[in-house]
Nanobody, 121 residues
Framework: QVQLVESGGGLVQAGGSLRLSCAASGRTFSTYAMGWFRQAPGKEREFVGTINWDGAVVSYSDSVKGRFAISRDNTKNTVYLQMNSLKPEDTAAYYC??????????????WGQGTQVTVSS
């Protein structure tokens, strides 16, 4: 397993942008697909997007497609979530996770502690 630490969250106005980072420890980072999930208060954890081991394949939820972009740098053991055109409904705690290429949270074995994103209207 890998240890994951997210950063980059904060408060932003609607229409603004943020870039989240997720730094991984361990030498096996490049063997994992990396997913991003989010959870708003009182709601279930929601799939945001995922990227395969070499960054060649990505998949997004319909709610963020065209606004968010995932990338990774295996030389830095880091995955990124670029979030543009943010909306108040994007407000949530955002989590990165390591696992297999999937939209299901259960397919990810390692999770970060989360970083809060708040979008004001």
């Amino acid at each position: 397993q890998v240890q994951l630490v997210e950063s980059g969250g904060g408060l932003v106005q609607a229409g603004g942008s943020l870039r989240l980072s997720c730094a991984a420890s361990g030498r096996t980072f490049s063997t994992y697909a990396m997913g991003w999930f989010r959870q708003a208060p009182g709601k279930e954890r929601e799939f945001v997007g995922t990227i395969n081991w070499d960054g060649a394949v990505v998949s997004y939820s319909d709610s963020v497609k065209g606004r968010f972009a995932i990338s990774r740098d295996n030389t830095k053991n880091t995955v990124y979530l670029q979030m543009n055109s943010l909306k108040p409904e994007d407000t949530a705690a955002y989590y990165c996770a390591a696992g297999i290429f999937s939209r299901r949270a259960a397919d990810y074995s390692s999770w970060g502690q989360g970083t809060q994103v708040t979008v004001s209207s």
